[in-house]
């Protein structure tokens, strides 16, 4: 387990990439498995807490975040510029772990966020690995490029049906031929795969996106019922086996 550090890293890029979705880039070495998050933080008071964001690629040199403006603190993240500072508390969570060969890695929102780098990270350590990605998008997909550089096969839906197959990626993705299957994105996105999953006895395992306060198991903040009892999405999880979750609350 990599160990949990506070650093301030210089901001090497933020790049506008859809209505509302930038793109973060930190300078420095930093550790982190797929499916792993860091606590961001670009202010002084206000907001009180970091806010968390999942890995989206990682080098040698630099860290970076796929992110959607949605309150106050990514408000402060999307507006940050090259040479600025940010603060990181990480590698946090628990991240994914890489069972078998015939890989889906399922993605709806910012939930594709941890899919680059996990496709990235699994393809380097097994050449023989087949990865293909499931990208859902409420508008006009992104990133196509990028996704088809790591993973074999890219299929993507758009609610609007813009640039892509219209619908949601739950009608487009069938669990067959897979060993595992990996899903972040709303709940109902998840809910509806666990079903079809289970259905066909495929291992599926989903990460969950709660309210994080402390983000290192501390406070209980994001303490979700599960089967095997209540566990902490920050730091029992994110990833939790599906079956495991209860997605009606
Ligand atoms: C482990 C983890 C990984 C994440 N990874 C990413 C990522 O890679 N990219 C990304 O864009 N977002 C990610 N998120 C969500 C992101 O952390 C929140 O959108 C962010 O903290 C909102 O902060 P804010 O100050 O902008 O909004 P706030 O002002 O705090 O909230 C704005 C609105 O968003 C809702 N909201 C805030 N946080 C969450 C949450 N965690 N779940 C559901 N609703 C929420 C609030 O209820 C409110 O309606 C992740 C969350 C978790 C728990
Ligand atoms: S946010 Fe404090 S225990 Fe998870």
Redesign the pocket.
């Known amino acids: 387990m990599a160990e949990i550090a506070v650093r301030t890293a210089s901001v090497l890029h933020n790049k506008h990439i859809a209505p509302n979705v930038f793109r973060l880039e930190v300078e420095g070495s930093f550790r982190a498995k797929p499916g792993q ?1 860091y606590m961001l933080r670009s202010w002084r008071h206000d ?1 009180l807490l970091f ?4 890995v ?1 690629d990682r080098t040698e040199e630099s860290l970076s ?11 402060l993240l999307s507006r940050l510029s090259a040479g600025d500072g940010l603060t990181l508390l990480g590698p946090l ?1 628990n991240g994914w772990e890489r069972i078998d060969e015939r890989i889906a890695l399922i993605g709806g929102g ?1 939930g594709i ?2 899919l680059y780098y996990t496709a990235k990270y699994f393809a380097a350590k097994d050449r023989s690995a087949a990865i293909d990605i499931y990208l859902g998008f409420r508008g006009r997909p992104f990133l196509q490029e990028e996704f088809a550089q790591v993973a074999q096969r890219v299929y993507r839906s758009s609610e609007s049906g813009e640039g892509g197959e219209e619908g949601l990626i739950t009608e487009i993705f069938n669990p067959s031929g897979y060993d595992t299957c990996y899903a972040c994105g709303p709940p109902a996105m998840l809910a509806a795969l666990s079903k079809v999953c289970q259905g066909a006895g495929i291992p599926l395992f989903v990460s969950l ?4 306060a402390c983000g290192i198991g501390a406070c209980l903040g994001c303490a979700v019922r599960t089967r095997k009892g209540m566990k902490r ?2 730091k029992d999880g ?1 990833v939790f086996r599906a079956e495991e979750v209860f997605f009606d609350g």
Not at 65 to 75: E, H, K, S
Not at 209 to 212: F, K, P, V
């Open positions: 998050f907001p806010r968390p964001m999942s989206f975040f796929l992110c959607a403006t949605r309150g106050r603190g990514t408000d969570g910012t966020a941890p996106e709660e309210r994080i999405v920050c994110p």
